[in-house]
């Protein structure tokens, strides 16, 4: 018999994502992230005659009326929700608590079996199309899927910064404040600055960040969330300095390698969107990654409105989607 079972142990609940190779935002810290910033985090065991076949991190947006809720699992791995039955018990575990709209998930796999009742989704989270590295590979494997001029500038900048994990809250204000003018300058907006020092204190050792120094001065930062096999990439930005010595190509290698050396066995850019930051990410592999995309399990008639219909129902849909991983 399948049974939906909520987790309050934390360490009990981590030690299963680490060890079944989950997503580093399946991960409680995630969850606890989101709790201290207007989400509820719900983190289920599926289970079935009380052996444990699954595990997903469901994080909960109240919503105004009619919607009430908003329910989302972050890059959930295949493996924890491959049982139809057991998906379809997690919906309804969500649909009796909130009394919401709908529930959305992202695997994190190229393919998806969907189950009855799901639907694609038409409006997405996160990217379906990004950059993966196997890090299972070798270093100089790696580097021939690259394009020529990435491994060049790779080699330059090298010589011109220094690349050091940064520790203190000193040097974290320091990456805030290069997050903040790379924001000005793309157009795209943050949380406040509290938000991202909770993202740390929540995430701990599974959020490392990276920085590329000049004069001891940091002048571009990369910022990961990673689990037992997986980095992924979060938040990274870079002043003119940065810019000027092409810091992001060092900066960038230098994660790669060392989540390799940790152990990791994939590393992903955290989704392709248009522009030139797209054409740097490209660079780094023959191409790209597509995953299998954002499904829905509607939760209630106004799915409908909520999805398709009603221009309020969209723009409440995309602000709430939008905040979820910046």
């Known amino acids: ?144 899927a690259m394009a020529k001029k990435t491994r060049q500038y790779i080699r330059k900048s090298a010589k011109d910064v220094e690349i050091k994990q940064v520790v203190t809250l000193e040097d974290i204000d320091k990456c805030f404040d290069l997050y903040r003018d790379t924001a000005q300058r793309a157009g795209f907006a943050l949380h406040t600055k509290e938000y991202y020092l909770d993202a740390k204190a929540a995430l701990k050792d599974h959020s490392p960040i990276f920085a590329a120094y000049i004069d001891d001065e940091p002048v571009a930062f990369l910022w990961l969330a990673i689990s037992g ?30 989540t390799k050396e940790w152990g990791l066995t994939k590393y992903d850019f955290g989704g392709l969107i248009s522009g030139g930051v797209t054409l740097f990410k490209q660079g780094w592999v023959g191409e790209s990654t597509t995953f299998a995309g954002t499904y829905d399990r509607p939760l209630s008639p106004f799915y409908v409105l909520w999805s398709h219909a009603l221009p309020f129902a969209k723009r409440t849909a995309q602000r709430v989607r939008k905040v979820i991983k910046r």
């Open 1 to 144: 018999m399948i049974v939906v079972k909520e987790s309050r142990d934390t360490n009990e609940w981590d030690d299963f994502i680490l060890e079944n190779d989950g997503h580093p935002l399946q991960l409680s810290g995630w969850g606890d992230l989101k709790s201290k910033h207007g989400w509820i985090a719900d983190r289920l065991f599926i289970t079935d005659n009380d052996e444990v076949i699954g595990a997903i991190q469901v994080l909960t947006k109240k919503l105004p009326l009619p919607f009430r809720a908003f329910s989302y699992a972050p890059r959930n791995t295949v493996f924890h929700v491959k049982h139809a039955e057991g998906l379809e018990a997690v919906a309804m575990y969500i649909k009796h608590k909130y009394k919401g709209t709908t529930l959305s998930i992202e695997p994190d796999a190229e393919e998806f079996d969907k189950p009855e009742k799901w639907t694609k989704a038409t409006n997405k989270v996160l990217p379906a199309e990004t950059i993966v590295i196997d890090l299972q590979q070798t270093e100089d494997a790696i580097q021939a």
């Open 229 to 258: 096999a997986t980095a992924y990439e979060l938040y990274g930005g870079m002043n003119d300095a940065g810019q000027k010595y092409r810091a992001n190509y060092a900066l960038k290698w230098h994660a790669i390698a060392k």
